[in-house]
């Protein structure tokens, strides 16, 4: 009856729309895909060919630095002339002691493009003391050409059902309209996946910790001489350190002290 003929009618407008969807979506493969499959695995590994790398890059760094506020506005100066953006940062100006005097740090995440990542990291190791350093690489390109050929069979289907809309049938182009926003939403989610992973990928991440020190640690092995002369060093700064603590101490503390004094006279 009319039921069966506008089913079937519905079935030959998703066989049509679908003939160039090779990659199944929403449960349904074209003919011509299965038919072809070694054909289209030779097409794909023809596109990642001729298809420049996509790799995105990462780099974490911790260093020290005496001059913490001088450190902090070159690094700024240096990303902005490269080209690159501080994404967020993070500053602890101190409120405990480290080595007798207040210490700070910063967690700041930094964007710089890739062509300039080698010179940023140069540059961060000529002004300041690096301790710790770490880079990553990851290949994106599978997964971008992956997802530019679903966009592309995406596109081409939206376009013949575009050109079906005028179906006879009410049944036809709500079946026709409502692929057509399916679509619209993929290729959408699609396109904001390739807008990240390109300024992923034209864009470093550098993960960088500035810790404020009284004296920058030693990357090098030191000779038996140099650490004698160190812990000497060190032991005398400690002594010096803790006389003055001490006579902080005694001068914050003199009012009480000569209340106590004036106390055990008078017993």
Not at 8 to 36: C, F, H, K, L, P
Not at 111 to 139: A, G, K, M, Y
Not at 172 to 180: A, K, P, Q
Not at 236 to 251: H, K, P, S, T
Request: proline content about 1%; overall charge negative.
């Amino acid at each position: 009856g009319a039921p069966g003929k506008s089913a079937s009618s519905s079935g030959q407008i998703y066989e049509m729309a679908a003939a160039d969807n090779v990659y199944g979506y929403d449960g349904y493969e074209s003919a011509e895909s299965r038919d072809t499959g070694t054909d289209w695995q030779t097409e794909e590994q023809t596109r990642l060919e001729n298809t420049d790398r996509k790799l995105i890059k990462t780099a974490n760094l911790s260093v020290e630095t005496k001059e913490f506020e001088s450190l902090m506005s070159a690094l700024e100066k240096r990303v902005q002339e490269l080209g690159g953006y501080i994404e967020s940062s993070e500053i602890y100006n101190g409120s405990t002691y480290s080595g007798y005097r207040s210490s700070r740090d910063a967690s700041l995440t930094v964007r710089i493009p890739q062509v300039h990542l080698e010179e940023f990291l140069t540059d961060v190791s000529n002004l300041s003391n690096v301790t710790h350093r770490s880079e990553s690489v990851e290949d994106v390109t599978l997964s971008y050409v992956d997802l530019e050929s679903h966009k592309k069979a995406l596109l081409t289907e939206q376009d013949r059902l575009e050109l079906l809309e005028k179906a006879e049938s009410m049944e036809d182009i709500l079946t026709i309209e409502e692929r057509l926003t399916s679509i619209r939403y993929q290729l959408q989610s699609m396109e904001s996946q390739l807008r990240t992973m390109d300024n992923q990928v034209d864009y470093s991440t550098v993960y960088l910790n500035i810790n404020e020190v009284q004296e920058l640690t030693p990357v090098e092995e030191k000779t038996v001489g140099e650490r004698i002369t160190e812990g000497f060093m060190d032991s005398l700064r400690d002594v010096g350190n803790g006389i003055l603590e001490c006579f902080i101490w005694v001068i914050t503390n003199l009012p009480h002290l000569i209340v106590w004094a004036v106390l055990v006279g008078i017993l």
